[in-house]
């Protein structure tokens, strides 16, 4: 059993919980309000592991999250500690593919995973996705070119994709 280290990140119009055990970020959300989130992901993820507030630990995780939404940076170096079916891991893994500002749809991701009907699969999966942002699923998009759906709702997914000017035509 170890620790896993939760803190609440607040930038400058964004706030952000988030949980990291000594492996790496296992947990980040835009959408959550408060630490129920981070503690309903440990217990259903990672049972029976202890949870403590501890910022300083995870100042490396607010410097990129801050670099990120400041436009310093365009991707993360951070190490991750991701926790998933072997599906959600090979999708996960494509999403980490896709560059800054570049969109995808749920049918392409299937196909890249060798699961070309699967399309509504890696829909769950994106959805399931634990560290929204740095494994960036904001960035997959519906067949026809709309916003599909987002974890953190539809006006976050907006947000994201304007800052990284990859919003799609209305």
């Not at 990129?64 to 170096?77: P, S």
Request: net charge positive; with cysteine.
């Amino acid at each position: 059993m170890s620790e896993v280290w939760t803190a609440e990140v607040r930038l400058a119009g964004w706030s952000a919980h988030v949980a990291a055990t000594p492996a790496g970020l296992c947990y980040l959300s835009l959408s959550d309000r408060d630490q129920a989130g981070v503690r309903r992901f440990v217990a259903a993820r990672l049972p029976g592991e202890t949870v403590r507030e501890a910022p300083d630990r995870l100042g490396r995780v607010a410097e990129a999250l801050e670099a990120y939404f400041e436009g310093r940076t365009r991707r993360f170096d951070l190490p991750l500690d991701l926790r998933g079916t072997p599906f959600q891991l090979a999708v996960w893994r494509e999403l980490l593919r896709l560059p800054y500002g570049a969109t995808t749809t749920y049918g392409a991701i299937a196909r890249a995973v060798g699961r070309p009907g699967a399309a509504r699969a890696v829909g769950q999966a994106v959805g399931a996705n634990p560290v929204a942002v740095v494994v960036p699923c904001h960035r997959v998009l519906a067949a026809g070119g709309g916003l599909g759906g987002y974890a953190g709702g539809l006006g976050l997914k907006r947000r994201l994709l304007a800052l990284e000017g990859a919003l799609p035509a209305a």
